[in-house]
Each structure stands twice: as C-alpha cells, then as structure tokens.
C-alpha cells in the first residue's frame, strides 16, 4: 500500500458506496433465484425412489455450469436495458469529460509499448505507423513516445524489426520518439518484457498505454484515456473492449461479427457490476505507472509449472493488485478506436487457449490469498470456471449417459435429466439462457434505423445471427472436449511453452493438420452416439446436438478455415469491413503497397537474417549500433566465442544451434570483426554456404561489397 495519501473516487452523478452494493445486490440476487431453480428443476426431474450416486454427481457439477449460464445471461439482459433505455449508464466513465475537459494540451507524458515475439514485422510496423500519424493529427503526440520490446529469438525476425525500426523512424522523423529495445534474455515471457521497460524508463512516464502486436488504437481514442486518466486521478487502470477487425477465414468473419453484434451489451453488463473493480486484459488499455510499478510486481507461485512458477495469465493479477493498493481499474465501454485481430483458425484458437487455460488454473492459488477485493476474487474464480466449466459439462453427460444406460430402453423419459414437466421446463430454461439474450440483441440490432452503418443489410443480419447460431452450436462441443483435455493436462504436470501467435492475416490450416488433431475426438463421438442409440433413441436424440457437433469438427476445422465466407452477400459483414474507420484504412493500404523483398535462396533462408547482420555494411552497423557495450569478457568467454567465431567460418550457420548463434550476434565485437572476415577473405577455409551467400548477396544488391574491404 503506498504511504502517498489516494486521490477520491471518480465524480460521477450518484456513485456511492451505496449505489455500487446496490448494483452487486441486485445482480447477484436475479442470479441466485435463478440457480436455485434450476437446481430445484433438476432435483425434481431426477429424484425418484432418493438419489443415488450418478445423480448425486450431477446435481453437484450441474450447479456451477447452471450459475455460468445465469452469469451470462443477466449480464447481457442488464446491459441490453442500460442501452436501450437510451440515457446509457450513468455511471460509463466514458461519458464523464465536460466539453472544456475534451480540449486543450495534454499535460501528461505517456508511453506506448509493444511487446512483440517473432511477430509479422511488416504488421506490426505498419500498424505502430498508422497510430503515430493519428495522433499527430489529434495535435497531441509531443506526449507520447513509443516502444517496440522485442523477446523474438528468431534472427530473421531480429534483424527484420532492427531495420524496419530504422526505416520507420527515418519516414516519420521519429528519432527520440519511437525506441526499440531487444532483451538479451526473455525473463518473464511478456509480463518480463513489461517489468523491464518500467524498470528502464517507466519514472519518465505517468501513464502507459499497452499494446498487442495486432492492437491498433485511434489518437483521439488515445489522448481521450489520457485525459479520463487526469480527472480521475484514483483510476490505475483503464481498459477498453477491443473490436474485432482484418479476418479474412470464415472462422475469423464469424467471430469477428458475433464480437460486433453481441459484444456492446455484455460489456456495458460488465461495467453496471464491476464499476471500479474491473479486470485488465493486458492490451489496448492505460496504466497509472506510479501505483502500478509500486504495488503490481508479480509473485513466484509455490511450487514448479504448471500450477506454480511465473504467472501466466499475468493482466487478471495485476488489475486485483492494484485494487488492492487502492486504485480502481475501470472497463471504458467505447465501440469505436480499439481494435485487435483475432485468431483465423479453429486450431489457432485452440492453441492460444491452452495457454489461456494453464494462465486461468494458476489463479486457484490466488482466490485463497489475503487482501484481495470480492470482486477480484470472484474474477479469479470466472476465470478459473471458464475452462473447468468444460470438464464439468463433460462429467455431466457422461453421467447422464451412465444414468440412461443404468434405466435402459425407457422412452418415456426426456433423455436422462428424467421426463414430466419438470425435466421439460428446465430444458427450456436452459435453452432461454443461452439464447433469449442472443435473439433480444438481434432484434435491437435489426430494429436500428441506422443499422446499415455498422451492418450489411437487415436481412444479410438475420442470416448471419441464424448461421453463426449453427457455427457456435458445433464450436460448442469441441471447445467442451478440447478445454477438458487442456485441464487435464494442466492438473498432470504437463505445462505449455512459448510460442508466436498467428494472426488472422496468416495462411490459414491445412487438412493434415485439422485431420490429425480432430481425427480421435471425432471418434470418439461416433462411439459415443452409437452407444447412446443403443441405450435409447430417445437418449440418443438428447445428446445427438452435442456429439453431432465433435463428430464435424474435421470438416467444420477444413471448412471455416478457407476464405469463402459470405462476403458477396453481406454475411458477417461489420463496420470494420464495410466501412473502416482512417487506421484500419491506412493500415490495410499501406499494408498492400509494401514492397515485397526477393526472396533469398532456399538454403540461405533459415538464417538470412544472421546474412544481412554479418554482410551488409549497413545493417551490420545498424545491428552493432543497437547492442549494448558488452562488461569485460573473461577469458573463458572470450575463448568460447572465438570458438564459435571459427566453426562459424569453417562450417556455416547450420553448425550452431540456436542458443550459440544468439551469443554471436550479442557480442559487437564479434560482429565486426566477422563482417570484416567474411569480405576481405581473411577468413581461412571458408564454408560453401557462406560463398553461396556472398554470391547471393551481390547479386541482389548489384552493388559487390568485396573490394571495399581489399
């Protein structure tokens, strides 16, 4: 807790302490009546001579997938009203700034930061570009500066982002405003990457915008959050819910348009309940950078991965320990200025929730901590239940089978949740609370008379809330058996490693990969449905939607992974597509007209990028420019780099693995004298790859390099 007196609460029309208990009151009482009726329904429909054991365990994983159901569905219904009603929430900090408060300099200086690992440089650069030139246009950007934080390991990569670091600094006269800094080690992953920049230079800055590789933020939206910053000097962190944009695979448009279609009401639902108790997301947001790198350092978790060790899913920690310190973090429900890209694959999505899974499950260390706030306790807990939620639903059904199997060929009974009315209506139930909110959205949405700004057409809207309701129905019970798998996992041991993210501009899958990783759950869903029609059709016809969805996942992975996804007719189409706001535009622009390099030769291409550091005179200096002085070498050191230095030579890059050739191109020294080396042939026995590469190298320069250095 910081010794500094806090600032008060933002002053916003009516929040009180009252208000606020008012609201989690209100909420969690519709939300308590509602579980217990569905719990009532099901003990109703199960019971019958007592219960016995199976249906004992389905009463008890029945209960949290029945409160994540009315969770859901009282968040979208409260933050439908708040937007219907037309006044919005009173208590949407967004809307807190006077028109006076809007104008004028900033006083504040503000960082913007871009962790970035192995990422499409090209993309990142272009879109760091497009967010300079809007601030520019706000009048504002003397307080902002930018950096890029690389952890990439991969020299191509490297050595890319060096020069297009240079290159875009050159174009927009940014020297001192846009730095880039590549760690030596990757401590930490991407919460490292961050503490490491606040180590450095954080005291320069009072606020620190976060950003993604993919994120793409408006100026105005940027120096907006700035100034909500300055008013309510007692907010530490200020999250925005980013919109989707760039997908170009049926998969991508289809997330992309649920995100725009249903996404504004369950944010503001968000908001009425969390108000100054929200979590962080990790990008498109600001950070107060006193209170943060005060009061939000991360703690070692007991024990080894996968439950102990560094924090994964760092963002949800550090929002419940700045609350803890006593600043608010608040949810700014804007629909316009923050963007991100999405994962363009079924396969993608499931790789990046593994790694969301372990980052969830490590928090049921935290919900027994001391300090922390209710509501960030209960953000642990939702996101914990948000993957055990499937192991759970898996449990379930195969009791229900188990249950079905024990009563035999009993048609009378609705499934195995047992038949009469009780059975019936909470089977109603349940289907309300997945998609009465849906279809109340839908209809505000078609109801809009200004709908054809953000939409195709009503009817191309129609059509697409009807197919993505298919394409979710199947997602659904992948997700189910893949998420069960990622938590069994995480419980045995077996944790995740490091790897880049694709995005939704990259190829998208092929059918090897989607037949080898869906080929045994689909299976498994053949037997399971044969075995299911065996113990009844009735049962068969109960669970047929879950298991017809897992028996598709090949061709609903090969299918929704190609590009013919509805764009002649308007399907899916959102604003983003039909009519992108200036930074989406220009990026996508600038993107096109980038100039496509020729590519190396084949053998030359794993380590092109260790090509152009060690023989091209420019970027050979660019790179040795950038690295920081190396401490006195002790002679050991100096010995095992000179080694490195002659199998380099001798035998060419395929002779050192990775770790080594990391080590050569950290030394300054070492790049220079090799780069002199390689050219004035005082290098003995030199390896074919290197006059392979020399020879290339002259020929895409025209401009041979040899007799500079002779």
């Known amino acids: 807790m ?18 606020i208990r008012g609201r989690r009151s209100t909420f969690f009482a519709v939300v308590g009546i509602t579980l217990m009726a569905g719990l009532w329904l099901l003990g109703v429909s199960l019971r019958r001579d007592g219960y016995n054991a199976i249906e004992w365990a389905m009463m008890a994983v029945f209960a949290p997938l029945f409160y ?15 937007l219907v009603r037309g006044r919005g929430d009173p208590f949407d ?3 807190s ?23 499409d440089v090209s993309r990142v650069f272009e879109g760091l570009r497009v967010m300079y030139l809007s601030l520019e246009r706000t009048g504002q950007l003397a307080h902002f500066d930018f950096f ?8 191509n990569k490297w050595v890319e982002e060096e020069l297009a670091w240079l290159e875009l600094c050159r174009q927009l006269d940014g020297f001192g405003r846009i730095f880039y800094r590549k760690r030596r080690k990757p401590i930490n992953r991407k919460s490292g990457n961050v503490s490491d920049f606040c180590r450095r230079w954080g005291r320069r800055y009072r606020y620190m915008h976060a950003l993604d590789a993919d994120s793409v933020m408006e100026g105005e939206l940027l120096v907006r959050m700035v100034r909500l910053m300055e008013k309510h000097r007692n907010v530490g962190i200020l999250q925005t819910a980013p919109r989707v944009f760039g997908a170009g695979t049926l998969f991508g448009r289809v997330m992309q348009f649920a995100h725009a279609a249903y996404g504004e009401p369950f944010m503001a639902g968000l908001n009425y309940l969390a108000l100054g108790d929200a979590t962080f997301w990790g990008h498109n947001a600001i950070l107060r950078l006193a209170p943060f790198m005060e009061s939000c350092g991360l703690p070692e978790l007991p024990g080894r991965e996968p439950f102990g060790g560094h924090i994964l899913s760092h963002d949800f920690v550090e929002s419940a320990l700045m609350t803890k310190a006593g600043y608010q973090v608040w949810l700014l429900p804007v629909s316009e200025g923050s963007y991100e890209e999405g994962p363009p694959t079924l396969i ?15 928090h049921f260390w935290l919900l027994f901590a001391k300090g922390w706030a209710p509501l960030a306790r209960l953000n642990f807990l939702h996101g914990i239940l948000s993957y055990v939620a499937a192991p759970l639903w898996f449990v379930f059904l195969l009791c229900a089978t188990a249950l079905a199997a024990g009563r035999g060929h009993q048609a009378h009974h609705v499934g195995a949740v047992g038949g009469g009315k009780a059975g019936l209506l909470l089977l109603v139930i349940t289907l309300g609370l997945l998609f009465v909110p849906k279809g109340l ?22 059509w697409s809330g009807v197919l993505d309701t298919i394409f979710f129905s199947i997602l659904a019970p992948v997700l189910m058996l893949f998420h069960s798998k990622f938590v069994l996992f995480t419980v045995l041991g077996r944790g995740v490693k490091w790897a880049s993210q694709r995005r939704s501009g990259d190829d998208a899958v092929d059918w090897e990969e989607s037949i080898l990783t869906f080929a045994g759950v689909s299976a498994f869903a053949l037997v399971w449905a044969a075995f299911a029609f065996w113990v009844s059709p009735t049962f068969f016809g109960w669970i047929s939607p879950v298991l017809i969805g897992i028996a598709l996942s090949i061709p609903f992975s090969i299918f929704t992974a190609g590009e013919r996804s509805g764009r002649g007719r308007g399907f899916f189409a959102t604003k983003e597509e039909l009519d992108p706001p200036w930074v989406l535009r220009q990026l996508q622009e600038n993107l096109e007209r980038a100039q496509v390099r020729e590519a190396p030769l084949p053998q030359l291409a794993k380590n092109y990028g260790l090509l152009q550091s060690l023989l091209d005179p420019y970027v050979n200096a660019l790179h040795v420019s950038l690295l920081r002085s190396r401490q006195r070498l002790t002679p050991e050191s100096r010995e095992y780099l000179e080694g490195l230095r002659r199998r380099l030579v001798r035998e060419g890059p395929e002779a050192l693995n990775k770790r080594e050739l990391s080590a050569v191109m950290y030394d300054p020294d070492l790049m220079l004298r090799l780069h002199y080396d390689l050219w004035s042939g005082s290098g003995e026995g030199l390896a074919p790859w290197w006059d392979v590469a020399i020879r290339q190298y002259n020929i895409l320069t025209r401009e041979p390099v040899t007799a500079l250095y002779r």
């Not at 890029?148 to 020299?155: A, G, K, R």
């Not at 959205?441 to 129609?462: G, N, T, Y």
Request: with cysteine; glycine share 6%.
């Open 2 to 19: 910081s010794a500094i007196p806090l600032p008060p609460p933002p002053t916003l029309p009516g929040y009180t302490a009252a208000a």
């Open 93 to 95: 900090l967004s809307r």
């Open 68 to 82: 994540q159901l009315a969770v859901g569905f009282w968040t979208a219904l409260i933050g439908l009203v708040l």
């Open 348 to 362: 993608d999505t499931l790789k990046r929730d593994r790694r969301w899974c372990q980052g969830n499950m490590q």
């Open 441 to 462: 959205i839908l209809l505000r949405q078609v109801a809009r008379r200004d709908l054809e700004k953000d939409f195709h057409s009503k009817a191309a809207l129609v």
């Open 97 to 119: 700034l006077s028109e006076e408060e809007q104008r004028g300099e900033l006083g504040a200086s503000t960082a913007i930061i871009m962790p970035i690992y192995n990422e």
């Open 148 to 155: 890029i934080l690389s952890d990439s390991d991969n020299p």
